[in-house]
């Protein structure tokens, strides 16, 4: 099963620290033998993706990038012999928006051709690879070109969660009108830039966390007894995040989305749980 890390925070000169403090609290690797390893972030308004080699020992603080950025999303896993690394590697960007993946669905290979179909054009150009993770992708997108919202700076997190589970239903219904028998896996993160959204639909579970204001931080030599007129000081305190993660180490201090449920973080870092549709 493949990782997924999404952050969300207040700073954007602290998203190395912030990273650093999930240390001990979430695991990047699922399995030995991954191969597409990414992580995308923001700088200057531009969406910068790199791919990295498990290799050579991932870490939270190889995941920052040496700009600032207010949102990381990362994924790691295993693409199949034959798949290019360059178009199939999470997360996958369109735009001003940043998607990723956790799972797979039931029958793709049947339903691909029909859903690609569903898509207006210039988002059907927009899928470059083989998986259904980025075809997933596409259809968030079209939900929110729909309703007007997709480069909307104002789109509320809200609007966000309800149509990436809208996306996700959506495709599970798909897959069983293909006569498919178990439940896909369907777990997504979106995020573009502003706001997060997550989703989970399926077995396999899907946390977030809230870290709040803190006096230390060893990268930055502040400790309690750090004098308060370091400018440094009061940026740490006052810094927030919101973190969406599929592997953690320990459950404590993680709040686990129910099944079928959404969660959406606003510009404000406000969080709400999106209940199942019915």
Known sequence: MSVV??????DPNLLRCQLRRLEGQVALQ???????????TYA???????????DAGLTLDSLAPPHESGALVFHEGRLPVGLSLEENTQPFRVRGWLFAHQGALNGFERLRASLLEELPEFLRWQVKGATDSEVAFAHFLRRLRDRGRMEDPRLEAEVAGALLAETARELE?????????????LNFVATNGRILAATRSGEAPLYYTRLEGTDRCEACGISPATPETQPAVMAHRRQRAVVVASHVKRTQGWVELAQGTALAVSEELQVRHLPEAR
Request: aromatic share 0%; no cysteine.
């Open 44 to 54: 200057d308004g531009e969406v910068l993706l790199r791919r990295l080699s498990s």
């Open 30 to 40: 699922a399995e030995p033998r991954a191969n597409a390893v990414g992580v995308g």
């Open 5 to 10: 890390l999404a952050v969300l925070t207040s």
């Open 173 to 185: 219904r798909a897959a069983a009108r293909e006569g498919a028998v178990r439940t896909s896996q």
